[in-house]
Structures are given as C-alpha cells and as structure tokens.
C-alpha cells in the first residue's frame, strides 16, 4: 500500500501583518468614479478641450476650464456649441430662429470648471 504524501505547500491566503491601531475608515471603501463612463455617452465621438483664454466668459467658461464635446449629437434650442467660424473655434448659443448659417463642430456636453 503506497502511503500518501502531504503537500508542502500552503494555498492559505497569508494574513496580514498589523501594527498599532487600525484606521475607522479600513472597513469603508467608495469605488472610485470613472469621469469617461460618467460623463461620456459615445465615447469614439467625444472630445475634451481645455479653454486658453477668457474670451467666452459671457458664457461662464473661463481660461483652463475643460469641456467635454460630442460630435455625434444634434444640437437643440439653447445648448452651448463649439462652432467654427473664419478657421477658427467659437463658443455659441443655438437659439430657435438662427439667422445665420453656421458650421457646427460640436455640441458641448459639460463644463469641468477650474478652480485653481
């Protein structure tokens, strides 16, 4: 009879080793917040653009604040849009009776305001 041999191995997960008093938050842990899966709905047509300068302050959006821009939806009444007029980026309001044509590139989302 052939006599079984005990594994030298420990598969027991190893403890771990504490010194002094555990802190009150150790049993409290918050998932952390994925900004992309927040605050994004078609991420392959999602832009994230930081402001250089304070010339769309009419609009509350100041130098470094960052907007969050999708291209893929249709602007409605009153959104904020990123537009381009003569080669370069503009900030406008859609209203109902446009009077102009205008190139939109794309219909801003958020706002991520700076705070520093």
Request: avoid cysteine.
């Amino acid at each position: 009879m052939k006599k079984i041999k005990k594994s030298e191995n420990s598969y027991r997960v190893e403890r771990p080793v504490q010194t002094g008093f555990s802190s009150p938050a150790t049993h409290y842990s918050e998932p952390r917040i994925d900004l992309n899966a927040v605050l994004t709905s078609n991420t392959s047509a999602t832009f994230y653009v930081r402001v250089v300068d304070n010339s769309f302050e009419d609009f509350n959006v100041f130098e470094n604040d960052v907007l969050i821009i999708d291209k893929s939806l249709t602007p409605k009444n009153n959104q904020l849009v990123v537009a381009i007029f003569e080669d370069t980026f503009k900030i406008i309001r859609i209203e109902k009776k446009q009077t102009t044509q205008v190139n939109i590139w794309g219909v801003i989302t958020y706002i991520i305001k700076s705070v520093l």
